[in-house]
């Protein structure tokens, strides 16, 4: 089956710096990619997604790039703020049945 | 996000009873799911169903059980409690297999 491994697990920056958050799959078969933020003690929301056929997706300060061949996907956070502190799981949908396959995740601190 | 919701959002039950967590949504959505979320582990999981009278396993389906009479409600019973079922239980549902999932608040299970 698929299994997900992201990197780091922790990652301070400081308020206005970016910040990269890598994954990588492992059964080539996955097609969609969605990216959840995770506040504490919230539920996971949704903040982007890409697809299998698109290389690269962009909303305001978030960008996700996804490269196939190499089974990898990263997220992209310009100009961070605090609020943009919180836990980010990647995840990796299967192509053949529902299972979402997630990240271990990764905690994200941004310093005022 | 008030279209799926859990409950209870805190239960605490001993080992060897029976407990279980209820989720219901609003959105007709097809597809529905259950996580479990521990420390260094993300979200992995634990049942999904398809639609009404469909579910599958997951990865960490052993001691849990689900039923999908109708679309809107998909409860998970442990059928004999463990410590190790000790977690943060996510609902979740989708409208069709290629989008990502929308969580409920989650219910945080002790088992003692």
Redesign the interface.
Known sequence: ?ENVE?HPSTLSVQEGDSAVIKCTYSDSAS??F?W?KQELG?????II?I?SNVGEKKDQRIAVTLNKTAKHFSLHITETQPEDSAVY?C?A?ENY?????????TRLSVLP | ?AGITQSPRYKITETGRQVTLMCHQTWSHS?M?W?RQDL??????IY?S?AADIT?K??VSDGYVVSRSKTENFPLTLESATRSQTSVY?CASSES??Q???????TRLTVV
Do not use: I
């Open positions: 089956g992201q097609n969609y969605p959840y919230k539920r996971p929301q949704l997604d697809r799981f995840a949908k049945g529902q299972n979402f396959v997630f990240g271990p995740g | 996000d597809y799911f996580y260094g582990h993300g979200l992995r999981l999904y398809a599958d997951g990865e996510f297999p290629g990502g999932l929308t969580f409920g608040s989650g």
